[in-house]
Structures are given as structure tokens and as C-alpha cells.
Nanobody, 121 residues
Framework: DVQLQASGGGLAQTGGSLRLSCETS????????VGWLRQAPGKERQGVAC????????YYADSVKGRFAVSTDIAKKMVFLEMNNLKPEDSAVYHC??????????????WGQGTQVTVSS
């Protein structure tokens, strides 16, 4: 079974930083796509960031470009999200996600329980 366990959320002030971590299991890190989704109350789940091993590129939502960075530790099968210059609109539950059967950032079809990020103004 694919398992993705996110941690590292919390309370930050506007302009502050947080680093989210995700422990993964149940899928291969030989050819993969992993990333982060977020969902705020009353809003749809949104793709935030993704890394694909197929092209070695990272992809970001326009709203977080230049502020967030996704990275991986392949040996430990972990995914990270460095979030800088946080804004109140970044407040949401953040879920670590993966393409369990391939390496497409368009197909992050598995995600675990999220971690809450709250940014105060």
C-alpha cells in the first residue's frame, strides 16, 4: 500500500518560513513523481508543487512560484517542501502526494493525511 505521512506544519507569521517533510512507502523511487497538494476550508484541493524524475524538473502553482521549493531524498524516500515568505492565503492542510503507478505530475493520485499550516497576518 502507498503511504505518505506529512509532518512539519504549524503556525507561522506572514513572511515566515516552514519546512514540511513526508515519509513515503509502497512505491518505487526509480521513476517517480511526488509533490504537495493543499486544501483550505471551503476550497478545492490545489496542486502546489511537484517533482518528476522523468524530466528532473519541478513544477509549481503560480501562487507559490519563487517562494516554495520541493525536494527529495531518494535514499530515504522522503519529500520536502520548503515554504518561504509565507502569506495568510497559504493557510491550508498540506498533503504529500505521489503518482503511485508512474512519474507524472498530472497524476498525483495518492495522498496521505495532511499537516495543517496556518499563517497569521
Amino acid at each position: 500500500d502507498v503511504q505518505l505521512q506529512a509532518s512539519g506544519g504549524g503556525l507561522a507569521q506572514t513572511g515566515g518560513s516552514l519546512r514540511l517533510s513526508c515519509e513515503t512507502s509502497g512505491f518505487s523511487f526509480d521513476d517517480f513523481a511526488v509533490g504537495w497538494l493543499r486544501q483550505a476550508p471551503g476550497k478545492e484541493r490545489q496542486g502546489v508543487a511537484c517533482f518528476s524524475s522523468t524530466d528532473g524538473r519541478s513544477y509549481y502553482a503560480d501562487s507559490v512560484k519563487g517562494r516554495f521549493a520541493v525536494s527529495t531524498d531518494i535514499a530515504k524516500k522522503m519529500v520536502f517542501l520548503e515554504m518561504n515568505n509565507l502569506k495568510p492565503e497559504d493557510s491550508a492542510v498540506y498533503h504529500c502526494a505521489a503518482d503511485a503507478a508512474g512519474s507524472s505530475c498530472l497524476n498525483l493520485n495518492s495522498w496521505g493525511q495532511g499537516t495543517q499550516v496556518t499563517v497569521s497576518s
